[in-house]
């Protein structure tokens, strides 16, 4: 298509960063129908954890279609079964028994927030609502994923169709009043006063990214700030949801981003990671003790109707395969590491606030002054800036990302398979974006 005609559709963004054609793409980079290469720093949306254009998971789609093209998500297929008995086997922590599908990452949220109130509806606990969320995440588009989540810009003008779901602060040290960079846990003390003020009885669930996505920018918390929810939570009777839609399924060098801190949650939303971008397909896994008040009141999870299609459920099936099959979790530890060790040239970088991450999702934050952590005028569009300059002058995709007080991020989360050549072309391409950017 014309890309001046694309432009006129509705949700296609006017052209920052430059709109751009892909006809093909593979391993780990991206290709315009004219044969430009694009190295895909970005994973897509940071989702293509085994890298683009493997012809075995387009074959086991085209199989899984002709076998079955849809049933009602009640019934059981093959496909499913096989992905329900690899993900407890091999992936879930035991404690996660209980497997739903949905067919992404915001509906699979959407999906545990309704578990967690129906979990309580069912035991009595009718006060129990709220949904404890953090200043700066991100869960997902619905209008309740929107009104739990953190993102300013999001939510800008919906106010009045979110829900008023209490915050707690995001564990950002960088600009913390409480720990100025060294982090003391007062944002996971903050929990214990918001339940106070709210009242354990009103609250049905505390939800949180185990390290933050693209909205701050890879927030790494320290190892104490998980297991202090969790056991907030645990005395009040409130269960905690992790959103592991983007560090799942290996990003962060662990199965889940959630094992770096040796918490189990009760309910955990997995989303990009499974199918790595080859199906869209979500999931909710939960605690047996979060859905036997249901199962004993005999309601039912309401199912969208492409929930554990066939296809989807057999192409994350296969893909999960591959990751096992290459180590691919160990991979992207490994990766990640390397990935770490040539950002960190990019402290001295004087528009670089920040270089932070976990395994293979990192993420830069941009400034105009080191020292005063002043931002870039907003009307300068840095992050857009340096984007598109990656795009069209280096050839490189990096993802944009930034919200509230760090609106200027760049984040990092390439295929597992990227090579150490591609490593030092995405970090060379970052470093000259920025400079070019901020001139
Ligand atoms: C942590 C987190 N939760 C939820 C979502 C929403 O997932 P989706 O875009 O598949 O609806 C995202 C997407 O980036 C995410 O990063």
Redesign the pocket.
């Known amino acids: 298509m014309d890309p001046d005609r694309a432009r006129l559709y509705p949700f296609v963004s006017k052209g920052e960063p430059p709109f751009v054609q892909i006809a093909r793409a593979e391993g780990s980079f991206l290709f315009t129908p004219d044969g430009r290469a694009i190295l895909d720093a970005a994973g897509g949306?940071i989702v293509c954890n085994i890298g683009h254009g493997r012809r075995e998971i387009a074959d086991v789609a085209g199989r899984a279609l002709a076998e079955i093209d849809y049933v009602v998500p009640p019934f059981a297929t093959p496909a499913r079964v096989a992905l329900v008995s690899r993900l407890r086997e091999r992936w879930l922590p035991p404690e996660l028994t209980r497997v739903l599908f949905t067919s992404?990452?915001?509906?699979a949220?959407d999906a545990a927030i309704r578990i967690a109130r129906m979990h309580h509806v069912c035991a009595g606990r009718t006060g129990r609502w709220k949904v404890i969320g953090r200043e700066h995440s991100?869960?997902?588009?619905t209008l309740a994923?929107l009104a739990v989540g953190g993102h300013e810009k999001r939510r800008h003008g919906l106010e009045p169709l979110l829900a008023p779901h209490p915050k707690i602060p995001a564990c950002y040290p960088l600009r913390c009043d409480a720990c100025h960079g060294h982090c003391n846990l007062s944002c996971a003390d903050a929990l214990e006063s918001v339940i106070a003020r709210e009242g354990a009885d009103t609250i049905a669930a505390v939800i949180a990214?185990p390290i933050g996505?693209?909205t701050a920018g890879a927030l790494v918390p320290p190892p104490g700030y998980w297991p202090r929810l969790a056991e907030l939570c645990r005395a009040n009777g409130i269960l905690l949801i992790a959103?592991e839609?983007?560090t799942g399924f290996g990003r962060t060098g662990r199965r889940f981003a959630i094992d770096h801190f040796g918490v189990t949650p009760d309910l955990m939303v997995g989303?990009?990671g499974l199918a790595g971008g080859y199906a869209p397909i979500?999931a909710v896994f939960a605690r047996e003790e979060v859905v036997a008040p249901i199962a004993d009141a005999g309601e039912e999870v309401m199912f969208y109707t492409y929930s554990a299609h066939h296809a989807a459920c057999a192409v994350a099936d296969a893909v999960l395969e591959v990751m096992e099959r290459e180590d691919l979790v160990e991979r992207a530890a490994k990766m990640g590491e390397l990935l770490e060790r040539r950002l960190a040239r990019l402290r001295k970088h004087p528009h670089v606030a920040e270089v932070r991450g976990r395994g293979l999702l990192q993420a830069v934050e941009l400034v105009r002054d080191k020292a005063s952590l002043e931002r870039f005028p907003a009307e300068k569009k840095i992050v857009s800036r340096t984007v598109a300059i990656g795009l069209t002058r280096h050839n490189v995709f990096f993802y944009p990302g930034g919200g509230g007080p760090a609106p200027d991020v760049i984040c990092l989360g390439p295929p597992f398979t990227v090579s150490e050549e591609e490593l030092d072309l995405m970090v060379d391409a970052l470093e000259a974006s920025i400079t070019e950017a901020a001139r």
Not at 104 to 107: K, L, Q, W
């Open positions: 949306a992404g990452g915001s509906d949220v991100y869960h997902g588009v994923t990214e996505g693209s959103d839609v983007m989303g990009k979500g």
